[in-house]
Nanobody
Framework: QVHLVESGGGLVQAGGSLRLSCAAS????????MGWFRQAPGKEREFVAA????????YYTDSVKGRFTISRDNAKNTVYLQMNSLKPEDTAVYYC?????????????????WGQGTQVTVSS
């Protein structure tokens, strides 16, 4: 059984930064792609960023390009999402997920395990 635990969410003012972490267990972490998704109140879950098994490839949704950075530390079984220049529209519950695929994955349906989420609130 794969277990993902997100942390690092909180309340921040617009323009501020947060770093989310997702600790994984139960799978050979370094062999599989990881991703971050978010869901705002009343909206569908949306893709934010993804990283390949080695960290050599990353992909971002347009709205976060240049502001967010996804990275991973395979020695610590952890994936990160550094979020800078936060905006009120970034407010959402952020979820990490793992896919049984090595390359970057942007489709939610291809991820097979999900964390419980961490709340990010950006005040204006």
């Amino acid at each position: 059984q794969v277990h993902l635990v997100e942390s690092g969410g909180g309340l921040v003012q617009a323009g501020g930064s947060l770093r989310l972490s997702c600790a994984a267990s139960g799978r050979t972490f370094s062999s599989y792609a990881m991703g971050w998704f978010r869901q705002a109140p009343g909206k569908e879950r949306e893709f934010v960023a993804a990283i390949s098994w080695s960290g050599g490839s990353t992909y971002y949704t347009d709205s976060v390009k240049g502001r967010f950075t996804i990275s991973r530390d395979n020695a610590k079984n952890t994936v990160y999402l550094q979020m800078n220049s936060l905006k009120p529209e970034d407010t959402a519950v952020y979820y990490c997920a793992t896919a049984h695929i090595r390359t970057v994955v942007v489709v939610a349906g291809l991820y097979d395990y999900w964390g419980q989420g961490t709340q990010v609130t950006v005040s204006s």
